[in-house]
């Protein structure tokens, strides 16, 4: 499959507003985009979701449609991929509006569309009714909360998206267990060895066994807010998701200060996010000898450094070779300031 960068020629579709500024662009209606999932780069990671399936045994393929987020609607096989992930210019505008472009990286992206199959695959066959399913994951009429604090140091359950997501509610438990089971060349038994979550694991293995070849008993094709219907202009859209999220990486402000500076003070100075992109190997390297940790944490921090910095638009304060080691005893830090607290709340 080519990456996000090698797109065919094909999917190199000409749209009017792929030249508009910002400013031009956010007056529009989702409806006015015009935007196709098959005539974009997204459907090749679409395709390769169910080459993956097909490789499981697994006969169900769920359908899927754009929208202005990722949601699976309760009782449809199926789920929306957000508007921004089909056209390089919506990317950029994302960007600059979030800090960061959730599912951009193509290792990311299928890694949220295995888990939103794991929720389409639980519509289908009405997983979560059944006794045995409960007895492992809870039951998914439990209240779905606005927000849940993660226990980091837990091992009931696996690591898999961010911000521990599978202790947030029964349903997204078993769609993370689901994903990490789907992954290609997983290697989930040895990774979860000793760890009680490896039992949800194992029964996801017999049970996706189970109802390989069989049909679902659920196959309505509906499509749950399609981009196509949506009269909100990108304007608004963005209002709010800022309203609701733009909060949650404010803790470890003062922290990237002493480490950081605006642009205002360094113009030509090297970028942090692209810094700590930059040196992201190494900063592994150095924070998984020094602390033992799983990558997860890693990825947690890193990420939370980059979008964060890259929302406050931050430079590097001094020159490259002498900021690696703070930058580095920043992440360390933020690690062990979680691992600590043990608790950090997460809008759903």
């Given at each position: 499959m080519p990456s996000t960068l090698e797109w065919p020629a094909e999917f190199h579709?000409?749209?009017?507003?792929a030249e508009y500024d910002d400013e031009a662009l956010l007056c529009l209606r989702f409806k006015s985009l015009g935007l196709t999932l098959k005539g974009s780069p997204l459907w090749l990671d679409v395709e390769r979701l169910y080459d993956e399936l097909e490789r499981r045994g697994l006969r169900f393929r769920p359908h899927v449609w754009l929208s202005t987020e990722w949601f699976s609607p309760d009782g449809i096989p199926g789920f929306?991929?957000?508007?921004y992930l089909?056209?390089?210019?919506?990317?950029?505008?994302e960007r600059r509006m979030m800090g960061e472009v959730e599912g951009g990286a193509r290792k990311w992206r299928l890694r949220i569309l295995r888990h939103e199959t794991g929720h389409a695959i639980d519509n289908a066959y009405g997983l979560r009714r059944r006794a045995d399913f409960q007895r492992v994951f809870g039951r998914a009429s439990a209240p779905y909360p606005d927000d849940y604090?993660?226990?980091?140091?837990?091992?009931?359950?696996?690591?898999?998206?961010?911000?521990?997501?599978?202790?947030?509610?029964?349903?997204?438990d078993f769609a993370e267990t689901f994903a990490v089971w789907l992954q290609p060349k997983a290697r989930w038994r040895r990774d979860y060895?000793?760890?009680?979550?490896?039992?949800?694991?194992?029964?996801?293995?017999?049970?996706?066994?189970?109802?390989?070849?069989?049909?679902?008993?659920?196959?309505d094709r509906s499509v749950i807010e399609p981009l196509r219907q949506a009269d909100k202009t990108l304007e608004e859209h963005y209002r709010l998701k800022r309203e609701r999220y733009g909060g949650e990486d404010r803790r470890y402000d003062r922290w990237l200060s002493r480490v950081f500076v605006p642009r205002a003070m360094r113009p030509r100075a090297t970028a942090a996010s692209r810094f700590v992109r930059e040196i992201e190997p190494q900063l592994r390297r150095l924070l998984e000898r020094r602390a033992r940790l799983h990558p997860y944490y890693l990825d947690h921090a890193i990420s939370l450094v980059r979008r964060r910095a890259r929302q406050l638009d931050l430079v590097l304060r001094s020159s490259r070779r002498e900021a690696k080691r703070p930058v580095v005893r920043l992440h360390e830090r933020i690690v062990l300031d979680i691992l600590r607290r043990n608790r950090e709340n997460y809008a759903l």
């Open positions: 579709r000409e749209y009017r507003w929306a991929v957000p508007f089909a056209h390089p210019r919506l990317r950029r505008l604090s993660p226990r980091p140091s837990s091992d009931r359950h696996v690591l898999h998206l961010g911000h521990w997501y599978a202790q947030s509610h029964p349903v997204e060895a000793g760890w009680p979550a490896i039992r949800k694991l194992e029964y996801v293995d017999a049970l996706m066994d189970e109802i390989a070849t069989s049909r679902s008993k659920h196959r």
